[in-house]
């Protein structure tokens, strides 16, 4: 699938519901179906800044694809970085790096998201694309 293609079906879960409590709903259960991180990855490196709760982010790259796992203590935040990874996870750094994130913008989550939140999902999505530079150019 491609990231545009999970894009497109991230929106049509979202368009399914007009409340949103019902779109926080489905952020909570999005996060709640996170693969669980490691102990030993919740450290310092992999803590993103910005973010008003604690985020953090592990890649790992298995034959040129970039692979995602995280946590947050916060459930509405894990939600956002779960809907994240399921639309990169699996990709290459060019892929990731030459995505255009439209569905955050079309699935009305920016403005939905207090402004502190807002700010840390630009953070998480800047970290992803930090991942993404970093193993293009390896």
């Not at 079906?9 to 399914?16: A, G, L, T």
Request: charged share 25%; hydrophobic share 45%.
């Amino acid at each position: 699938m491609t990231i545009n293609e999970a894009q497109d079906e991230v929106i049509e879960e979202f368009n399914d519901f007009t409340d949103w409590m019902d779109k926080y709903q489905l952020l909570i259960d999005l996060g709640g179906e996170l693969n669980a991180l490691g102990e030993q990855y919740k450290n310092d490196d992999n803590l993103i800044d910005g973010c008003q709760s604690r985020v953090w982010i592990q890649c790992d790259v298995k034959d040129g694809q970039l692979f995602f796992t995280a946590d947050s203590d916060a459930l509405i935040v894990k939600g956002i970085i779960a809907l994240l990874i399921k639309v990169l996870n699996g990709h290459t750094a060019k892929e990731i790096l030459d995505a255009d994130l439209y569905f955050i913008d079309r699935i009305g989550l920016k403005d939905h998201l207090s402004p502190t939140r807002s700010n840390g999902l630009l953070a998480m999505v800047k970290r992803i694309k930090s991942y993404a530079l970093v193993y293009a150019n390896a």
